[in-house]
C-alpha cells in the first residue's frame, strides 16, 4: 500500500476526522489527554498526508522511511489515530485504547507491536535523545538520506535533557532531524510561561546551533513550507516552533490547560463531535 498524499483541503478535513477519532477512542477509554492530541492534529495530518513523511503502511519498518520519534508520549491518541488513517492497522484497533493488554497503550510502548510506532514514549524528555540517536545513526553509520522527525510538548522543553539532546543535535549538525515543538503555552498545571518561562524559545535554539523556524501550527501551507525548509536546511538540525491552541477544535476546551490531562464525558464528547462535524 502506497501512502496518500492529500491536497490541503483534503488535509483539513484528514485532520477533522483525526480530531473525532480522538474525541471516540478518549470516551470510550474513559481516561487520558485531550488537549495535546487535538491542538497538534493537524500537525500530524501535515506530517503523514502532506507528503513530509516518506513511510509505507504494508511495510513499517521499510529500511529507507523517515522516522517519526513521538517525544511528549502523552499526546499518543493523535499519533494513533493518524497512524490508523493512514492505514498502518485498523482504525477499529483505536477503541481498544488504554484496555488491559492493547497494543494502544496510555503511553506508547513500542514491545505492544503496534506498526508504525518507532519508540516507546512516556517519560518526559527521553524521546529527543533518542531521536539524535537515530538520526546519528542515520548521517554517520548508516549515511542514507531518510529523515528524523521528532515531537515535543513545550513544557516538556523544561526538562534538562532536552537541552543536553539540543547540544548534541547541534555540534553533530543534524540535518536529517527536524523537531517539532508544541508551542500552546499550556502544560499539565498551568501555562508555560508561569510555571517556568521559556521565551525567547527560538533565540535559545539558535544559540544551540538549530536552525529555527516558527510557523502557525493550524495552518497547513505554512507547515508544509516550514517542512519543505527543513528539508532543504545543510548542516543544521531544524526546530519548528509551531504555535497551536490546546484543545483546538472544541471551543470548550480550547486554550485551557485543565484539558491537558483528562477526557470528555459521554455529553462532552457529543457535543465535541458535533462542532467537528
Ligand atoms: C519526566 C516526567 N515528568 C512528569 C511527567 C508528567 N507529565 C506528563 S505531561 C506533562 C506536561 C507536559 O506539558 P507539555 O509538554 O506542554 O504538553 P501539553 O500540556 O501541551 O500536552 C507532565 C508534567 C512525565 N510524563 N514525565
Same mark, same amino acid.
Given at each position: 500500500?502506497?501512502?496518500?498524499?492529500?491536497?490541503?483541503?483534503?488535509?483539513?478535513?484528514?485532520?477533522?476526522?483525526?480530531?473525532?477519532?480522538?474525541?471516540?477512542?478518549?470516551?470510550?477509554?474513559?481516561?487520558?489527554?485531550?488537549?495535546?492530541?487535538?491542538?497538534?492534529?493537524?500537525?500530524?495530518?501535515?506530517?503523514?498526508?502532506?507528503?513530509?513523511?516518506?513511510?509505507?503502511?504494508?511495510e513499517p519498518l521499510w529500511t529507507?522511511r523517515?522516522?517519526?520519534?513521538?517525544?511528549?508520549?502523552?499526546?499518543?491518541?493523535?499519533?494513533?489515530?493518524?497512524?490508523?488513517?493512514?492505514?498502518?492497522?485498523?482504525?477499529?484497533?483505536?477503541?481498544?485504547?488504554?484496555?488491559?493488554?492493547?497494543?494502544?497503550?496510555?503511553?506508547?510502548?513500542?514491545?505492544?507491536?503496534?506498526p508504525?510506532?518507532?519508540?516507546? !514514549?512516556? +517519560?518526559?524528555?527521553?524521546?529527543?535523545?533518542?531521536? /539524535?540517536?537515530?538520526? =546519528?545513526? *542515520? @548521517?554517520?553509520?548508516?549515511?542514507?538520506?531518510?529523515?528524523?522527525?521528532?515531537?515535543?510538548?513545550?513544557?516538556?522543553?523544561?526538562?534538562?535533557?532536552?537541552?543536553?539532546?539540543?547540544?548534541?543535535?547541534?555540534?553533530?549538525?543534524?540535518?536529517?532531524?527536524?523537531?517539532?515543538?508544541?508551542?500552546?503555552?499550556?502544560?499539565?498545571?498551568?501555562?508555560?510561561?508561569?510555571?517556568?518561562?521559556?521565551?525567547?524559545?527560538?533565540?535559545?535554539?539558535?544559540?544551540?546551533?538549530?536552525?529555527?523556524?516558527?510557523?502557525?501550527?493550524?495552518?497547513?501551507?505554512?507547515?508544509?513550507?516550514?517542512?519543505?525548509? !527543513?528539508? +532543504?536546511?545543510?548542516?543544521?538540525?531544524?526546530?519548528? /516552533?509551531?504555535?497551536? =491552541?490546546? *484543545? @483546538?477544535?472544541?471551543?470548550?476546551?480550547?486554550?485551557?490547560?485543565?484539558?491537558?490531562?483528562?477526557?470528555?464525558?459521554?455529553?462532552?464528547?457529543?457535543?465535541?463531535?458535533?462542532?467537528?462535524?
Open positions: 500500500m502506497e501512502q496518500r498524499v492529500l491536497s490541503v483541503h483534503e488535509l483539513r478535513d484528514m485532520a477533522k476526522e483525526i480530531r473525532r477519532d480522538i474525541i471516540r477512542m478518549l470516551v470510550e477509554a474513559k481516561s487520558g489527554h485531550s488537549g495535546g492530541p487535538l491542538g497538534s492534529a493537524d500537525i500530524f495530518a501535515t506530517l503523514y498526508f502532506g507528503g513530509v513523511m516518506r513511510y509505507r503502511p504494508d529507507d523517515d522516522r517519526f520519534v513521538l517525544s511528549a508520549g502523552h499526546i499518543c491518541p493523535v499519533l494513533y489515530a493518524t497512524l490508523a488513517e493512514a492505514g498502518f492497522f485498523p482504525k477499529a484497533e483505536l477503541m481498544t485504547l488504554r484496555k488491559f493488554g492493547t497494543r494502544l497503550q496510555g503511553h506508547p510502548g513500542r514491545d505492544m507491536g503496534l508504525g510506532l518507532e519508540t516507546s !514514549a512516556g +517519560s518526559l524528555g527521553q524521546g529527543l535523545s533518542i531521536a /539524535v540517536g537515530i538520526a =546519528i545513526g *542515520g @548521517k554517520y553509520l548508516a549515511k542514507s538520506d531518510w529523515h528524523v522527525f521528532a515531537f515535543c510538548g513545550d513544557g516538556e522543553m523544561q526538562e534538562g535533557s532536552i537541552w543536553e539532546a539540543l547540544m548534541a543535535a547541534g555540534y553533530y549538525k543534524l540535518d536529517n532531524l527536524t523537531i517539532i515543538i508544541d508551542r500552546n503555552y499550556c502544560q499539565i498545571d498551568g501555562r508555560t510561561e508561569q510555571v517556568m518561562g521559556l521565551d525567547p524559545l527560538g533565540e535559545k535554539l539558535s544559540a544551540f546551533r538549530l536552525h529555527v523556524v516558527e510557523a502557525n501550527g493550524h495552518d497547513f501551507d505554512a507547515l508544509l513550507s516550514a517542512f519543505r525548509e !527543513a528539508r +532543504s536546511v545543510k548542516g543544521r538540525p531544524t526546530a519548528i /516552533v509551531a504555535r497551536t =491552541i490546546m *484543545g @483546538k477544535g472544541v471551543s470548550f476546551m480550547e486554550d485551557d490547560y485543565t484539558w491537558h490531562g483528562k477526557p470528555p464525558s459521554k455529553e462532552q464528547g457529543e457535543r465535541a463531535l458535533a462542532e467537528l462535524q
